[in-house]
């Protein structure tokens, strides 16, 4: 089934090319930048400033043709596409948590982005911890049985089941 979407902004970031991008938006600590947000959707906005991070979904205009098996960044052997969080895929929709600073009429400024700039945002949803976050969950090829630590966030937290 083919769908239709339209984006309802731009997002702006120091980011030109892959090379150099944070893998993750935890990685991207003190990064900023914008999102312009166009005209039809500004009204949107109200009420969003209360929140402290919000998650971006966009379109990964600059991603190659996806692969369903793919060496990921933090591994050295392949994992199935749907198990990793690469960019190339059938619908390259991007997902980031970021730090939303502050609102300026249809400007939106954020820190903490792994987003190249340009980058079509296809919309935008409050960060809510009730919602968003588990104390603990499996983390598939991202744990590591041999040392038992977590790497999946990067900071070697022990494992705590
Ligand atoms: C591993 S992906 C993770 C993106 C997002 N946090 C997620 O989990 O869906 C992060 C990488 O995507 C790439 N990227 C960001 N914006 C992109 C875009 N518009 N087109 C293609 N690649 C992009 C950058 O190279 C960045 O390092």
């Given at each position: 089934?083919?769908?239709?979407m339209?984006?309802?902004?731009v997002?702006h970031?120091p980011?030109?090319q892959a090379?150099?991008?944070?893998?993750q938006f935890?990685?991207?600590?003190?990064t900023?930048?914008?999102v312009?947000?166009?005209a039809?959707f500004?009204?949107?906005?109200?009420d969003?400033?209360?929140f402290?991070r919000?998650?971006?979904?966009?379109?990964?205009?600059r991603?190659?043709?996806?692969?369903m098996?793919?060496?990921?960044?933090?591994?050295?052997?392949?994992?199935?596409?749907f198990?990793t969080?690469?960019?190339a895929?059938?619908?390259?929709i991007?997902l980031?948590c970021?730090?939303l600073v502050?609102i300026?009429?249809?400007?939106?400024?954020?820190?903490?982005l792994?987003?190249?700039?340009g980058?079509p945002?296809?919309?935008i949803k409050?960060?809510?911890p009730?919602?968003?976050?588990f104390?603990t969950?499996?983390?598939g090829w991202?744990t590591?049985?041999?040392t038992?630590?977590m790497?999946?966030?990067?900071?070697?937290?022990?494992?705590?089941?």
């Open positions: 089934m083919a769908l239709q339209q984006s309802i902004g997002i970031s980011y030109t090379t150099g991008t944070p893998i935890v990685y991207a600590e003190g900023e930048g914008t312009e947000i166009c039809p500004v009204e949107g906005l109200a969003l400033e209360g402290d919000i998650w971006l979904l966009y379109w990964c205009h991603s190659g043709s996806p692969r098996r793919v060496i990921p960044y933090r591994d050295t052997r392949e994992h199935g596409l198990a969080r690469a960019p895929r059938p619908n390259p991007g980031s970021v730090e502050r300026e009429r249809h400007v939106l400024h954020i820190r903490n792994d987003i190249l700039d980058t945002l296809l919309d409050p960060y809510v009730a919602f968003d976050s104390r969950v499996r983390t991202l590591k049985e041999r038992g630590r790497i999946a966030d990067g900071r070697f937290h022990r494992r705590t089941e």
